[in-house]
Each structure stands twice: as structure tokens, then as C-alpha cells.
């Protein structure tokens, strides 16, 4: 299926020295993560920004794929940047977030992440029926665009695909049991409201992992999609002093 416009991926060749990693929101697109793949560039990083498979074309594409699919995107991306820079960074928002957490258990040698509004679990009681309504109906309405900001606008699906989130549900848990394994510097912007993510997922990975560099940011103006809200030059900015300071700490310690 042809990408939907203003879906695509996001790449830029920068520096050699650092290199991030950007990962999407379920149901979401590079879109969402465009303004700060962008700032990234302007400082002179190499970018990547993958669109994960089953998403910027029609929902029932992502049914189609499992959180193997989109994990695997996010690591060929990793790779790619690892051939190419020093010092490479991850950051991910809500779904992104999780992969960025899998992908730091498995490869520790990512210099640091960055997340904003992790998913790791949900509270709501259907849940635990996801397995069987998965099975029984293809999709339920979606909230994409849980945005503060008048105009705000995220590209992304208006369903929910069922087994789609019956695979990231999966991955949750598995994330979830690898916290402590996570040991690299950690940035984490977390927005006092949000609509889709409940404030429990930020203090199960701030509570869970083994990171000594650990820190939160509270966003006040924003929901869930930071990164095209209010508080999104602050996400922005905060990034680019945290992996600023995390490179030349690494390149100390190697002197």
C-alpha cells in the first residue's frame, strides 16, 4: 500500500560522532516525531526516523504485523546508525518509548535514551480481555491527536487494530521484565495529562531500571503527543543538552 503523505520516513546524514534513533507512537508515523528529527539535524546529528511496518497506510495493515515487526525496524535502524556514528542515541514516544526500552536491554552499548510518555501497561479493565476481543472484532475507535495545542495534529490511524495491540500488550510485559536491564543515562518527559498512557507507566520504568544517570521532566501544557504540543521545544531542547552531555562524558572517560 502506497505510505500516506507526510508519513515517510525521516533520515539525515550528519555527524559521525552522534547519531539518534527516533521511534513512533503506536498507530502513529514519523510525522509525530518530524519537528524534532528536524531540531536534531539542525544540530548537526545523523537521524533516522523508520516508519514501522503496518503503519502510515491503512489500519488494517497493522493488524497484519506483530511487535517483532516494528522491534526489528528499530534495530536494522540501529545498526545502520552504529556503522555510521560513535556515539548512537534512542529516543521514543509511548510506543516508542517501549521499543526504546527493549532495544537498550538488548544493546548496551546505545550511549543513552530519551523517552516521552512510555507505555509499559494500561489500567483499563479490557485489557485483560484483549486476547479474546482481538480474535472476535478487527478494531475499535482510536484517540489519535491527544494533543494540548489549538491545531495540533498528529498523523496517525482513527482505529485501534486489535491484534495489533494484543501483540504490543506482549511486548509490554516483556519489557517490563527486563527493567533491570536497562543501565544507560535515561531522560524521561512525562506530561502531568494524557489521555492515552496513565502516569503508572513513567514510575513502573522509573522504578524498574538499573540506570544511575536518571532523570524526570514533568510537562505541564502538553498530552500525550509531546512532541507536536506545547512543551515540544522543551522536549527538543532537553535532548539535545542530555546526549550533548553523555557524549562528552564518554569522551572524557576514554582520555
Known amino acids: 500500500m502506497p505510505v500516506l503523505p507526510g508519513a515517510e520516513p525521516f533520515v539525515h546524514e550528519g555527524s559521525e560522532d552522534i547519531g539518534v534513533l527516533l521511534c513512533h507512537g503506536f498507530t502513529s508515523t514519523p510525522q509525530s516525531m518530524r519537528a524534532w528529527g528536524e531540531h536534531l539535524a539542525a544540530e548537526g546529528y545523523t537521524v533516522r526516523c523508520p516508519l514501522l511496518p503496518g503503519h502510515g497506510t491503512r489500519w488494517p495493515d497493522l493488524n497484519r504485523t506483530t511487535w517483532l515487526d516494528w522491534y526489528h525496524a528499530t534495530e536494522a535502524a540501529l545498526a545502520e546508525l552504529r556503522d555510521r556514528c560513535r556515539s548512537v542515541f534512542v529516543f521514543g514516544q509511548s510506543m516508542g518509548g517501549t521499543l526504546t526500552l527493549r532495544l537498550a536491554q538488548r544493546h548496551p552499548e546505545i550511549a543513552g535514551i530519551v523517552l516521552v510518555n512510555p507505555s509499559v501497561t494500561t489500567l483499563r479493565k479490557t485489557a485483560r480481555l484483549l486476547p479474546l476481543l482481538s480474535r472476535l472484532w478487527p478494531a475499535v475507535g482510536g484517540i489519535p491527536g491527544d494533543i494540548a495545542k489549538p491545531g ?17 500488550q506482549q511486548l509490554w510485559g516483556i519489557v517490563r521484565d527486563d527493567l533491570g536491564r536497562v543501565r544507560q543515562p535515561l531522560l524521561l518527559f512525562r506530561s502531568t495529562v494524557d489521555h492515552i498512557v496513565e502516569p503508572v507507566n513513567s514510575a513502573i520504568v522509573l522504578d524498574g531500571v538499573a540506570s544511575v544517570d536518571l532523570a524526570e521532566v514533568v510537562l505541564a501544557d502538553s498530552f500525550h503527543v509531546a512532541t507536536l504540543d506545547h512543551d515540544a521545544r522543551a522536549v527538543f531542547a532537553g535532548s539535545v543538552e542530555f546526549l550533548q552531555r553523555i557524549h562528552r562524558e564518554r569522551a572524557e572517560e576514554v582520555v
Open 152 to 168: 495540533g495534529f498528529e498523523l496517525a490511524y482513527d482505529r485501534l487494530p486489535l491484534r495489533a495491540m494484543a501483540s504490543l
